[in-house]
């Protein structure tokens, strides 16, 4: 469960039903799961709940895992929102630190990512071996030649929107970081999203203009609002009051959000009726490209 299905568990914390809740299923598929000792407990992005929630949140796990053992529980963050690295871990719990990826897995990533998108186009598997190895290739020495990019691929999320920006761009990709951030954001908002949404969908009507400002002030508006995720009714109602101001109706709303809920790309549902961006980065960005246009 993300932020928000955090908040949603600590409304009753330590619950068999406040944990099937969070995750959007049957109030009696938790308890049987729990009851069985076969539940896995993910909770993700402690640092994005709210100040006087993500304190509660271990001490709820325990207490869930003390009432219900066998089961075990995987909690995440970015390490500002982490206890500090002078205290002890939680009881139950160890404290781990996910590394980024080095430059040889990430190599390894590159060249098993541009494998998979030639073999998608059904060559035959000679020609797609010897054309991925051209663009892993190409791709690798542009990552090495700038410092930036090669950080930025050490996250596995943004290494893959790398190779696709790469792919698209034909074999090029920015150097500097904010070109690079408008690339992958014009690719996951023109080409990707138009292979998913033909021009009949509500989305589809919307060009890469359009969907930009459309994201940039919801993202604009939850970073003022100090959260990462939203749920779908206030993305309906966020989308409603701009659309308008782009030309298009703003009972287009609706229909935009529940096309989004059947893709991935710059917005996703993270959890059942809420959403988020797909990554932080995405949101941050996008945020502070509104700020500029707003005072340009």
Request: with cysteine; charged share 25%.
């Amino acid at each position: 469960m993300g932020a928000k299905g955090v908040r949603r568990c600590l409304s009753a914390p330590g619950t068999p039903e406040a944990i099937a809740r969070a995750a959007g299923a049957e109030h009696w598929f938790g308890e049987t799961a729990l009851g069985r000792g076969h539940a896995l407990l993910l909770v993700d992005g402690l640092d994005e709940a709210p100040t006087e929630v993500a304190g509660k949140v271990l001490p709820a796990l325990t207490a869930l895992l003390d009432a219900y053992p066998g089961n075990h529980a995987l909690a995440t963050t970015r390490p500002a929102g982490a206890p500090g690295n002078d205290e002890a871990a939680p009881r139950g719990f160890a404290r781990a630190r996910l590394l980024p990826m080095t430059r040889e897995e990430v190599g390894l990533f590159v060249d098993r990512w541009c494998l998979a998108a030639e073999l998608s186009l059904s060559k035959p598997h000679a020609q797609a071996e010897m054309d991925a190895r051209t663009a892993a290739d190409d791709l690798k020495e542009r990552m090495r030649a700038s410092r930036a990019i090669e950080k930025l691929a050490q996250t596995p999320l943004l290494c893959s929107v790398i190779c696709v920006v790469h792919r698209f761009l034909g074999q090029r990709i920015p150097e500097r970081r904010v070109a690079l951030y408008e690339a992958i954001t014009n690719v996951l908002l023109y080409e990707w999203d138009r292979a998913k949404f033909p021009e009949g969908t509500a989305t589809g009507k919307l060009d890469a203009h359009a969907k930009r400002a459309l994201l940039a002030r919801l993202a604009l508006s939850m970073h003022r609002a100090r959260v990462a995720e939203l749920p779908a009714e206030e993305v309906i109602k966020q989308l409603a009051a701009h659309l308008p101001d782009l030309g298009h109706p703003e009972e287009d709303a609706a229909a935009i959000v529940a096309e989004i809920r059947d893709r991935d790309g710059v917005l996703v549902e993270r959890a059942p009726g809420s959403f988020a961006f797909s990554h932080l980065t995405f949101q941050e960005y996008l945020a502070a490209m509104e700020l500029v246009n707003a005072h340009a």
